[in-house]
């Protein structure tokens, strides 16, 4: 057990949707960073905050937006869901910038 | 921009004995961190071992070891005395001042009994 928390494990919807996904980080880890797993990308950085900033961002659709807040957990909203969409979605937290600790993900599958 | 290469999409071994999967990278940050990331069938990411690009020295934790070439950017992970509950998928990520990780596309790992 890592100490992140995702919620929910899992998420099914339908193309066009909306949803939230949730991360809490370790106690005391001030950086959350997002990850997308995907058959066809692999997995890639979506996004980090670090103590409610956002701090660097990557691969990340205007369809999606993130956001961390004052008790440090934090949300990714997906919009307009598209097929391609579905995947695994990690959080991760740190403290320190050389060691993530990862959540168990949450997997979204669009319909 | 940071890339990973793992070249070898599947591998197995023998239960007792050792394998290497090979990584290498490209970079231009000065300062940077390699690491292994183990991903069993229950999803979850578990860092195997981590590299500072700055340390000489080949990192190791128990049966499993490093070999770190800087100047070669390669960086192979050794499991020593393979174990049924190695089989997973293995990452070889680096991160560089950006902090963000960037994986490779892992190397399917079999242990045989």
């Known amino acids: 057990d890592s100490g992140v928390t995702q919620t929910p494990k899992h998420l099914i919807t339908a193309t066009g949707q909306r949803v939230t996904l949730r991360c809490s980080p370790r106690?005391?880890?001030?950086?959350v960073y997002w990850y997308q797993q995907s058959l066809d990308q692999g997995l890639q950085f979506l996004i980090q905050?670090?103590?409610?900033?956002?701090?660097a961002k990557g691969n990340i659709l205007e369809r999606f937006s993130a956001q961390q807040f004052p008790d440090l957990h934090s949300e990714l909203n997906l919009s307009s869901l598209e097929l391609g969409d579905s995947a695994l979605y990690f959080c991760?937290?740190?403290?320190?910038?050389?060691?993530?600790?990862f959540g168990p993900g949450t997997r979204l599958t669009v319909l | 921009a940071q890339t990973v290469t793992q070249s070898q999409p599947e591998m197995s071994v023998q239960e007792a004995e050792t394998v290497t999967l090979s990584c290498t990278y490209d970079?231009?940050?000065?300062?940077?961190?390699l690491f292994w990331y183990k991903q069993p069938p229950s999803r979850q990411m578990i860092l195997v071992i981590r590299?500072?690009?700055?340390?000489?020295q080949n990192a190791t934790e128990n049966r499993f070891s490093v070999n770190f070439q800087k100047a070669a950017k390669s960086f192979s992970l050794k499991i020593s005395d393979s174990q049924l509950g190695d089989a997973a998928m293995y990452f070889c990520?680096?991160?560089?001042?950006?902090?963000?990780?960037?994986f490779g596309k892992g190397t399917k790992l079999t242990v045989n009994p």
């Open positions: 106690s005391g880890d001030l950086s």
């Open positions: 905050y670090y103590n409610g900033e956002e701090r």
């Open positions: 991760a937290s740190s403290v320190v910038s050389d060691e993530q600790f």
């Open positions: 990520v680096t991160q560089g001042g950006s902090e963000k990780l960037v």
């Open positions: 590299q500072e690009a700055y340390k000489q």
């Open positions: 970079t231009s940050e000065s300062d940077y961190y």
